[in-house]
């Protein structure tokens, strides 16, 4: 088929550390938590398509049966978990990633509604034979990952005494060795370390209202570090004490900060829409102590409900509705494309999958020179917009558009 690419002009021409790392037990074809095995929206496998037919990748399922929702993908061992709504209630769902067939579902708290669209907005994480769910209205759940028996289950806002926002709590859980980080927004309880073996209390920190982020784990010099965009800012906190290690608000906005950090060395990216924009923080570690300050600031990235990825020296994202290239070091833009439109992405073998909110999925080079475009087909979605984010996994693509998921396979050959 016809490559097509378009030559934008130059304006100004992982990290997971092990120690007590979440999904250190997953294999590299594995995807098991929010935006891959490190967080990153960067999947290790290789050998994969490096161009598709004209209608696309060969679809390997389709299925519905998720349920509503914008909640993306969990995969492992075989399985991919995802969350969804029906009725009143939202569940925890199971599926064979080959076949598609549903293995099991369980409920998971109180359906969440609004206007944006209803249902959780999370993803699962899975660790150990468990999966670890935070659905939309407060309910923290462990289950088995095999049989989706519950271990326990907790409403976080109950317990501390927090309120959900506007559009639903949406935090996927940052799962580490013996504790479970996540941000219900309670009274000196923004956020909170659980035992991964019953929830109960490790440790509270802060009073921030949530975000519609995810934590970071990234640790500097000796310090154990997660690093969360709240409602208000975003914070560095000691993973073992809770204890606040660093705080910056520049780049907060007053109505929804949704991108998950981006770390590298000794560097984090931050980014939200609404007009905003995007910080490079340089982090300094004195013993137990970490200190933040601000290498740019610039308005050429804003993620809305989409994060970028790193791949080299050049960040990758939708500012506002415009795919970006962006140097990660300095934010100088090497490029922008309009591309499939406004989306979300993850990166696979030198290439970036795209899913844009109207159903159009892209294929393009992760090429810092210029835009180049190596397939797309569309899906035919509902009314909500697609805002579930892409999985690579397993040699598959994964899409979902509320209660219909579909499975692309991206090797080009039967699996």
């Not at 359906?111 to 034979?129: A, E, L, M, V, Y």
């Not at 204890?243 to 939200?272: E, M, Q």
């Not at 397939?375 to 892409?390: D, M, Y």
């Amino acid at each position: 088929m016809a490559v097509r690419s378009s030559i934008r002009c130059v304006l100004v021409s992982l990290l997971l550390i092990g120690s007590t790392a979440t999904i250190a037990r997953s294999s590299p074809e594995q995807w098991p938590q929010w935006r891959g095995p490190s967080r990153d929206g960067v999947s290790t496998e290789t050998g994969l398509l490096r161009e598709w037919p004209e209608a696309g990748p060969p679809l390997a399922w389709q299925v519905n049966g998720a349920g509503a929702g914008y909640s993306s993908f969990a995969v492992a061992d075989g399985r991919l978990y995802t969350l969804g709504a029906r009725q009143r209630t939202e569940y925890v769902v199971a599926f064979d990633a080959t076949s598609g067939e549903k293995l099991w579902e369980v409920a998971n708290g109180e359906r969440f509604n609004n206007d944006k669209g209803d249902g959780p907005r999370s993803t699962p994480t899975i660790d150990d034979g468990r999966v670890y769910v935070f659905g939309s209205s407060g309910d923290l759940t462990v289950l088995d990952a095999a049989t989706g028996e519950v271990f326990w289950t907790h409403n976080l806002l109950e317990e501390f005494g927090g309120r959900n926002i506007q559009w639903g709590l949406s935090e996927s859980p940052l799962v580490l060795s013996d504790r479970i980080l996540v941000a219900p927004g309670g009274r000196d309880a923004a956020i909170v370390a659980l035992r991964k073996s019953d929830g109960s209390l490790i440790w509270s920190s802060q009073d921030d209202e949530p975000g519609y982020s995810s934590a970071l784990l990234h640790p500097v010099g000796d310090v154990q570090q997660a690093i969360w965009f709240t409602a208000s800012r975003a914070v560095g906190i000691d993973v073992s004490d809770g204890r606040l290690l660093w705080s910056y608000d520049r780049v907060a906005n007053n109505v929804a900060n949704i991108a998950t950090p981006i770390a590298r060395g000794n560097r984090v990216f931050l980014s939200s829409d609404y007009g905003t924009g995007a910080a490079l923080l340089e982090l300094a570690a004195n013993g137990s102590e970490v200190s933040a300050s601000e290498v740019y600031f610039t308005r050429d990235m804003r993620n809305h409900h989409a994060s970028s990825v790193l791949v080299g020296d050049y960040l990758y994202g939708f500012s506002s509705s415009i795919l970006t290239a962006m140097r990660f070091e300095t934010g100088e833009v090497a490029w922008r494309d309009r591309s499939v439109g406004k989306g979300s992405l993850v990166y696979a073998d030198e290439r970036l999958y795209l899913f844009s909110e109207d159903g159009v999925v892209g294929l393009a080079e992760a090429n810092p020179q210029l835009y180049v475009e190596h397939g797309r087909f569309e899906l035919q979605t509902g009314n909500a917009p697609s805002w579930s984010h892409p999985v690579v996994a397993d040699g598959k693509l994964f899409l979902r558009d509320q209660d219909t998921l579909y499975a692309y396979d991206v090797t080009g050959r039967a699996r």
